[in-house]
């Protein structure tokens, strides 16, 4: 079992920057990525941004140049940088965790970005 908690998120203006945490407990050794998911009111969950244990990362188009996702692996804690914050950023933004080609995913309880005009 891995837990997931993520904190960070809040109201911004639109064009500020938030910072988000995951920290990660648990059976850690069996994760190869983790990630970052968003879902916004009556929208499907969608993926903000993933990083493997080798350091690979991906992007969804809509945050690339403004996301930045990154991990500091003596606090078994993954980031995620939010700059130039749009309104459309507004969701619940989720942490992730799971093996490639597992179908087990690990998911946080979610934390509530807003983004105001």
């Known amino acids: 079992q891995v837990q997931l908690v993520e904190s960070g998120g809040g109201l911004v203006q639109a064009g500020g920057s938030l910072r988000l945490f995951c920290a990660a407990s648990?059976?850690?050794?069996?994760?190869?990525?983790m990630g970052w998911y968003r879902q916004a009111p009556g929208k499907q969950r969608e993926l903000v941004a993933t990083l493997t244990s080798a350091g690979s990362t991906t992007y969804a188009d809509s945050v690339k140049g403004r996301f930045t996702i990154s991990r500091d692996n003596s606090k078994n804690t993954v980031y995620l940088q939010m700059n130039s914050l749009k309104p459309e950023d507004t969701a619940v933004y989720y942490c992730n965790a799971h093996k490639e080609g597992y179908r087990l995913h690990y998911w946080g309880q979610g934390t509530q970005v807003t983004v105001s005009t």
């Open positions: 648990g059976s850690i050794f069996s994760i190869d990525i």
